[in-house]
């Protein structure tokens, strides 16, 4: 899987694929569940719910490493996780990828622009590895900032939400 190699910083945050094979880190699965407060998996999917201390995040991120590629995103000046994005790909019929994604910042530092550093950070990525056609992602329509953040990052609304859910792409 060409994601599994997939790493980048902007200026405030370090960013690096895990790779399915690699242990998670007992360390790496405290620091998602302190992460993932109530707050912060009000607007996720059921699947990350149940997610409430290291041993159920360390079940969840094996799961969700069989599925997409997860990078850690890293705070560089505490090298604590910041957050956490889900890439999800498939490759289309010019044998491009087309990427959906999620992802998550925790909540002590929303508001202070990470989410939009760290897409940037995904979208230069995107352009300049030439293998990407498309990124995608999906928001609670309730959920004004994640949208705002998509659309300040050339995220394009593909039409009317579904279900409460705004989807948005961003075309290479």
Same mark, same amino acid.
């Given at each position: 899987?060409?994601?599994?190699?997939?790493?980048?910083?902007?200026?405030? @945050?370090?960013? #690096?694929?895990?790779?399915?094979?690699?242990?998670?880190?007992?360390?790496?699965?405290?620091?998602? #569940?302190?992460?993932?407060?109530? /707050?912060?998996?009000?607007?996720?999917?059921?699947?990350?719910?149940?997610? =409430?201390? /290291?041993?159920?995040?360390?079940?969840?991120?094996?799961?969700?490493?069989? +599925?997409?590629?997860?990078? /850690?995103?890293? +705070?560089?000046?505490?090298?604590?996780?910041?957050?956490?994005?889900?890439?999800?790909?498939?490759?289309?019929?010019?044998?491009?990828?087309? @990427?959906?994604?999620?992802?998550?910042?925790? +909540?002590?530092?929303?508001?202070?622009?990470?989410?939009?550093?760290?897409?940037?950070?995904?979208?230069?990525?995107?352009?300049?590895?030439?293998?990407?056609?498309?990124?995608?992602?999906? /928001? +609670?329509? =309730?959920?004004?900032?994640?949208?705002?953040?998509?659309?300040?990052?050339?995220?394009?609304?593909?039409?009317?939400?579904? =279900?409460?859910?705004?989807?948005?792409?961003?075309?290479?």
């Amino acid at each position: 899987m060409m994601l599994s190699h997939l790493q980048f910083s902007t200026p405030r @945050l370090d960013v #690096a694929a895990l790779s399915s094979g690699s242990k998670t880190s007992d360390n790496l699965a405290k620091e998602l #569940a302190a992460l993932l407060t109530p /707050a912060v998996k009000q607007h996720l999917p059921p699947d990350i719910q149940s997610v =409430n201390d /290291a041993q159920s995040a360390a079940v969840w991120l094996q799961q969700a490493l069989t +599925e997409s590629t997860f990078l /850690a995103v890293t +705070e560089r000046d505490s090298q604590s996780l910041a957050g956490f994005i889900l890439l999800y790909e498939e490759t289309n019929t010019e044998g491009l990828l087309d @990427l959906r994604l999620g992802y998550v910042v925790t +909540e002590r530092l929303q508001g202070k622009g990470l989410a939009s550093e760290m897409l940037q950070g995904l979208v230069n990525w995107c352009q300049q590895s030439g293998k990407v056609s498309t990124l995608s992602g999906g /928001a +609670e329509e =309730n959920n004004l900032a994640s949208v705002r953040v998509l659309e300040k990052n050339g995220f394009v609304r593909d039409g009317e939400s579904i =279900n409460g859910t705004v989807f948005l792409t961003r075309t290479f």
